[in-house]
């Protein structure tokens, strides 16, 4: 009989779990936030655009680029409002990041970059306060992965209400389709419609 396949954890997110230990740094994304991260970037368009919103130190970063092997079409933009963590991130030789970090709160960053195919909302700007612009943000077609949805980690009753207000922007939006999935620390993953 054989056994069963093991799924690999590539290079570059071992490199980014190792700075996150080296810099104590806990939020990182956990399983499966990351693989599901590379399996959605890897069907991001031709010339297309991925947006991380909450950087930390690169975690999930590191997951997104391993789902697109090497494709130097698609631009990865990432936004953290920590000078100090941006810089951990920025200055990754371990091996480099093939991405650009922006410093700065998402809600004064955002309106400026246009939009994307694949957003990632991992940092409470964009997701508890400034959600409107996150949806903004997303390219018709596009795909939005908001994490830390599990009503059930959250007992401060105006975080449970910010998260409440995020699950019932996101399911009753007219412009998108959602699906709450019950993975990790729980996803809603959003599809805008064309138009
Ligand atoms: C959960 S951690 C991000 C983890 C990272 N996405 C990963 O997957 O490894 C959230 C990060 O968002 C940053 N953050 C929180 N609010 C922010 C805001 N309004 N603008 C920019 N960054 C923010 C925090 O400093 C923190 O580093």
Redesign the pocket.
Known sequence: MSSPVVPTVPDIVVA?ERR?AEHS?V???AAP??PLLATLAAAVRPGGRVL??????????A?IVSGLEGREDVEVVT????DA?ADVVRNAKDPDLPVTVLT????A?LPGLGTFDLV?A?????KW?GLDLTIAALAPGGVLLV??MDLARYSAPEHRAAVTRVRETLLTHPSLVSVELATGTGHILSSRRPR
């Open positions: 980014a996150a740094f939020c990182s994304c936030t990351g991380e919103l909450g950087t930390g130190v690169g975690v999930g970063t997951w936004i953290e409002r920590d963590l700065g709160d998402v809600e960053v990632f991992d940092a409470e700007g964009g306060s994490d830390d």
